[in-house]
């Protein structure tokens, strides 16, 4: 009875480090990207729609969805253990990867972006300025020959 209940504690403290750890991708991702207000408040639900899960899935599948302290007790440890001892540099870790392959992946957007407004947006944006000057001297001329056909 004392072992199942120290495995189960095993467990929440498990499923505390886990939360920790989604807690840590959702601040990777904040330092990583700026992002407005109602994209973080979004964020925000969907963490604690995580976590409910998370902590439910846990609490069916590893203790039959009894509650008592010790899940709770064994939650809070996981979480404080993740992070005192793992989050830091889990955080320094991800967001230097995810910098660098924002470096990485830029090179060839810029690249493309700066293709496309050389060669498709400036070409076409001068095509479509000359086909209003002919479209403009077209209705001058056409104006110019309303006014003579009143004349008459």
Same mark, same amino acid.
């Given at each position: 009875?004392?072992?199942?209940?120290?495995? #189960? +504690?095993?467990?929440?403290?498990?499923?505390?480090?886990? %939360?920790?750890?989604?807690?840590?991708?959702?601040?990777? %991702?904040?330092?990583?990207?700026?992002?407005?207000?109602?994209? #973080?408040?979004?964020?925000?639900?969907?963490?604690?729609?995580?976590?409910?899960?998370?902590?439910?899935?846990?609490?069916?599948?590893?203790? =039959?969805?009894?509650?008592?302290?010790?899940?709770?007790?064994?939650?809070?440890?996981? %979480?404080?253990? /993740?992070?005192?001892?793992?989050?830091?540099?889990? *955080?320094?870790?991800?967001?230097?990867?995810? =910098?660098?392959?924002?470096?990485?992946?830029?090179?060839?957007?810029?690249? #493309? *972006? =700066?293709?496309?407004?050389?060669?498709?947006?400036?070409?076409?944006? /001068?095509?479509?300025?000359?086909?209003?000057?002919?479209?403009?001297? +077209?209705?001058?001329?056409?104006?110019?020959?309303?006014?003579?056909?009143?004349?008459?």
């Amino acid at each position: 009875m004392v072992l199942e209940q120290l495995w #189960t +504690l095993f467990c929440f403290i498990l499923t505390g480090v886990v %939360i920790g750890v989604v807690f840590d991708i959702f601040r990777i %991702i904040r330092k990583s990207f700026k992002t407005s207000d109602i994209i #973080t408040y979004i964020e925000d639900i969907l963490f604690w729609c995580l976590t409910g899960f998370i902590l439910l899935f846990s609490i069916f599948a590893f203790n =039959q969805g009894e509650l008592r302290a010790y899940v709770f007790i064994g939650i809070i440890l996981g %979480i404080i253990f /993740h992070l005192l001892v793992f989050s830091n540099y889990f *955080v320094k870790i991800f967001v230097a990867i995810l =910098q660098f392959c924002k470096k990485i992946l830029g090179i060839p957007f810029r690249a #493309t *972006v =700066q293709f496309t407004k050389k060669y498709i947006l400036r070409p076409s944006y /001068h095509f479509l300025e000359k086909i209003k000057e002919k479209i403009s001297k +077209l209705e001058i001329k056409k104006q110019k020959k309303d006014k003579i056909s009143d004349k008459i």
